[in-house]
């Protein structure tokens, strides 16, 4: 679990976040991880944002291919 910590921009509005996620070394041994160990996590405030961030993630899985 990831504990999502609230913050706000110098306008004091709520802001997004972006993070990335890898997983390696991964237990039990049997797991395996596929060339898709990354992902792009982006947490958003609004519609249009939200939009453009489906849009961005679209290109990053078209690349990974």
């Known amino acids: 679990m990831i504990p999502i910590i609230q913050r706000e921009n110098e306008n004091g509005e ?16 049997a797991v395996k991880i596929s060339k898709k160990d990354t992902c792009i996590v982006e947490i958003v405030t609004d519609a249009e944002t ?8 679209q290109l990053l899985d078209r690349i990974r291919q």
Do not use: C, S, T, W
């Not at 939200?50 to 993630?57: G, M, N, P, T, Y």
């Open 50 to 57: 939200k939009k453009q961030a489906e849009a961005l993630q």
């Open 14 to 29: 709520p802001r997004d976040e972006i993070f990335g996620v890898q997983i390696f070394e991964a237990h039990p041994a």
